[in-house]
């Protein structure tokens, strides 16, 4: 059974940062990431990366977020900064492996006008 882990969440001021953090409990996969739902919203892909670390990013985030994967760590990770109101949402892990798709249990970022 493999678990993602969330870590990091929380509430911030605009303008402030975050980081999140994702550790996998066994696997391998090609690509790790992380989406986001808010309220009354569908669930969006934020970022994504690939084993050998190419990545991929949501216009909204460009330029303000940076993911970044530590594959002997299992983990991803996602740097937040210059958060905006609207960034407000539960934040999940995903992992791709070769069978199936993984999530995580989410973690509630909130940012503060």
């Known amino acids: 059974q493999v678990q993602l882990v969330e870590s990091g969440g929380g509430l911030v001021q605009a303008g402030g940062s975050l980081r999140l953090a994702c550790a996998a409990s066994?696997?391998?996969?090609?690509?790790m990431g992380w989406y986001r739902q808010a309220p009354g919203k569908q669930r969006e892909l934020v970022a994504r990366?690939?084993?050998?670390?190419?990545?991929a990013y949501a216009d909204s985030v460009k330029d303000r977020f940076t993911i970044s994967r530590d594959n002997a760590k299992n983990t991803v990770y996602l740097q937040m900064n210059s958060l905006k109101p609207e960034d407000t949402a539960v934040y999940y892990c995903?992992?791709?492996?070769?069978?199936?798709?993984?999530w995580g249990q989410g973690t509630q970022v909130t940012v503060s006008s």
């Open positions: 990366i690939t084993s050998e670390g190419r990545a």
């Open positions: 066994r696997g391998i996969f090609s690509i």
């Open positions: 995903n992992a791709v492996s070769s069978i199936y798709d993984y």
